[in-house]
């Protein structure tokens, strides 16, 4: 059959039908419906199926899990368009293989923040209409969903679109029929000649200059949702837009290595995703795990040190309370990851293995600290003496987050079934 | 145009929280909602012992950080210094709520109908009540109200949007007290016109020492207190909280 050997010419199995995809994607499938039933409960119910409750004579917390995983998925999406755009400013030829996976993860990182956003509000289908019609500049939450969800998208997206002209009109070549029509739509007319790849190069320099200020600045905007607030303990300062930006660098650069030692193995790219790349990942993580553990260290001395009573209180909450075990928990998956990657720097041995277990566990630290950010200071942090409130999510707020997580992996499926997630390299082609 | 008030005489609060079942009723709010809650608060060690009351209305604050951070402008300040929120732009969001140092907001988490002290669909209910609305839902709170003309009212009223004390909006447009003022037996709380000399909380703020909660966080409530107390420490207990949950 033509069209089986027109796909077979296609590079990284792309749409060929193999076990491991098949299991992924149904998997994937699977626990996204878990998600969705949950959600549903959710709409029907409203959020008293949520472990969620009022700050105050309810004792509870009004923003739990969702509003950690907004911030969350938000950060990844910043650092993956972030590294795209630094390799495209600074020229990191050697680290290309990696731009496209980056991107990918950004733009599917935002849309689940986005849908996180919207689960997490009390109506929805009415926000989607009243967002628009009535949002308002002055509310720091503006930003979450201007900036930040457009943002996002919208650079992603175009990044994505021009990242990948050059392998569209590669694939278009090699495949035929509906498939074809795919590739050319994205190839937009690409041909690879020298006038057309040095415009293509100055768009996509200018490009980057333009949207690396807009993201750092939404970022902050996120960190401003909370820093802003005078009247939660915990909350207020001007460390927590910084200290956003260089944890979603954290979590995002921990997603790209773990995410690129899978693809490694999977597409069998050991050529492009060779030690080199991961060297430069592992040292990038390096450096930003040790900022934010100077960050975090130099908020502790503050609090703890000249703190008011609340933030003290909110404080031993935290170190020795009820909290301690996600404190030390994220602390140490932290510090631990910094070791590892220290040491390889020191002693200039790279180990994959090593790496992957650092993007793995500063991860866990990311979910836990933004959990930290979020709760603790609702639940003890009321500057009326009401009593100390207590959350735990319940089984809906895990299962929806997981179909979160399930409709992330089943976007990057999808998307590897039908387009290259590693550039294709230079020597294939044309042939 | 006015500027109202309220003026909380601690010294005469007995703490009965009658203007809490006043509130509940005339508000029409579900379990676990307190647009007016009353603090029971205990310092000291036995037998050296205290017992102290504090009403916690809505501040109304001048500054309000709900206010600032709505991102639909539902909740917004009126003219006459009322801080309302139109249920029916709310989306739901809650940031008024984490945002308010007072934790003076309810959200409602599940349909306000099946949320209520009894269940109205109980058979044995159904044959008092004749399968009428709720005997109790005060049809005030449905109107327009103010220049704006938003449904600002009451609570109870959907799922999944936030409500909280008005001042009872719906009485003082008629010229009457808020709900809790008129029934306290002890004439703890006064409400009235701050720009006006003679009302009673000009007068009562003339004559007594005053402060308001939280003075150091910007928000400039609208809610004096007066009386022997200061604010509540660090030290104080809270007893027979009330059971809050849904």
Same mark, same amino acid.
């Given at each position: 059959m033509a069209t089986r050997a027109s796909v077979e010419r296609l590079p990284y199995g792309i749409g060929r039908w193999s076990a491991g995809w098949v299991a992924v994607t149904g998997l994937s499938l699977a626990v996204l419906a878990l998600g969705v039933f949950a959600f549903a409960r959710q709409l029907i119910e409203g959020e008293v199926v949520t472990g969620l409750r009022n700050i105050?004579?309810?004792?509870?917390?009004?923003?739990g899990l969702y509003v950690a995983f907004i911030v969350y998925f938000g950060g990844v999406s910043f650092a993956g368009i972030t590294i795209a755009a630094m390799i495209r400013l600074l020229n990191l030829k050697h680290l290309r293989p990696i731009s496209r996976m980056a991107l990918v993860l950004a733009v599917i990182s935002i849309i689940l923040a986005a849908l996180s956003v919207l689960i997490d509000l009390g109506q929805p289908f009415r926000a989607l209409i009243n967002l628009p019609l009535y949002g308002r500049p002055m509310s720091p939450f503006f930003g979450t969903f201007s900036v930040v969800i457009s943002g996002y998208l919208f650079a992603g997206l175009v990044y994505l679109y021009l990242d990948g002209r050059r392998d569209a009109a590669i694939c278009a070549e090699r495949s035929e029929g509906v498939r074809q029509t795919f590739y050319r739509l994205w190839a937009a007319g690409y041909r690879g000649t020298p006038a057309e790849r040095e415009r293509h190069q100055r768009a996509t320099f200018w490009l980057a200059i333009a949207i690396l200020p807009l993201l750092v600045i939404a970022t902050s905007t996120l960190g401003f949702v909370f820093g802003l607030q005078v009247g939660r303990p915990g909350w207020f300062g001007a460390l927590q837009a910084p200290g956003f930006v260089i944890l979603a660098g954290v979590s995002g650069v921990g997603h790209i290595i773990v995410l690129a030692a899978i693809l490694r193995r999977v597409l069998g790219a050991e050529d492009q995703l060779n030690p080199h790349v991961f060297q430069w990942l592992g040292n990038l993580l390096m450096i930003l795990t040790a900022t934010y553990l100077y960050f975090w260290a130099a908020e502790w001395v503050t609090t703890s040190y000249a703190g008011h009573h609340h933030e003290v209180a909110l404080s031993n909450a935290l170190l020795t309370g009820e909290y301690a075990w996600l404190f030390w928990l994220s602390v140490g998956s932290l510090l631990v990851p910094f070791l590892l990657l220290a040491r390889q720097f020191v002693t200039g041995q790279y180990r994959l293995g090593v790496m992957v277990v650092s993007g793995v566990l500063v991860n866990v630290a990311a979910i836990g600290k933004r959990i930290l950010i979020v709760i603790p200071s609702q639940t003890h942090g009321t500057l009326l003496p009401y009593g100390t409130g207590s959350y735990s999510p319940t089984w809906v707020e895990y299962s929806v987050v997981l179909g979160l997580l399930a409709l992330g992996a089943l976007l990057l499926t999808l998307f590897m079934r039908v387009f290259p997630i590693v550039e294709i390299p230079q020597y294939a082609e044309g042939g | 145009m006015p500027r109202y008030g309220m003026v909380v005489d601690l010294d005469r609060c007995t703490g009965c929280r009658a203007c809490m079942q006043a509130c509940k009723v005339e508000n029409n709010t579900p379990r676990g909602s307190f647009f007016m809650h009353v603090f029971r608060f205990e310092t000291g060690e036995y037998p050296n012992t205290r017992i102290s009351f504090m009403p916690r209305p809505c501040?109304? *604050?001048?500054?309000?950080p709900c206010v600032k951070v709505c991102p639909v402008g539902a909740r917004y300040k009126r003219a006459d210094g009322l801080v309302a929120t139109d249920f029916d732009r709310c989306i739901g969001c809650r940031y008024c709520e984490v945002a *308010?140092?007072?934790?003076?907001n309810y959200f409602n988490w599940k349909s306000p109908n099946k949320n209520y002290y009894l269940n109205w669909e109980d058979p044995e209910l159904i044959q008092i009540t004749k399968g009428g609305r709720v005997p109790y839902s005060n049809p005030d709170l449905e109107n327009r109200y103010g220049k704006e003309q938003r449904r600002i009212a009451g609570g109870g009223h959907l799922k999944g949007v936030m409500e909280k004390c008005t001042f009872c909006v719906q009485r003082v447009e008629k010229g009457l007290q808020p709900a809790c003022v008129n029934t306290c037996p002890t004439f703890a709380l006064r409400f009235g016109d701050l720009d006006d000399p003679n009302s009673d909380v000009s007068l009562l703020l003339r004559q007594k020492q005053h402060f308001r909660l939280l003075e150091e966080v910007g928000t400039k409530p609208r809610v004096f207190y007066t009386g022997s107390q200061h604010p509540p420490g660090g030290d104080v207990r809270q007893i027979e909280e009330v059971q809050g949950r849904v």
């Open positions: 105050g004579t309810m004792g509870g917390a009004t923003w | 501040m109304h *604050c001048d500054n309000a *308010c140092p007072y934790g003076v």
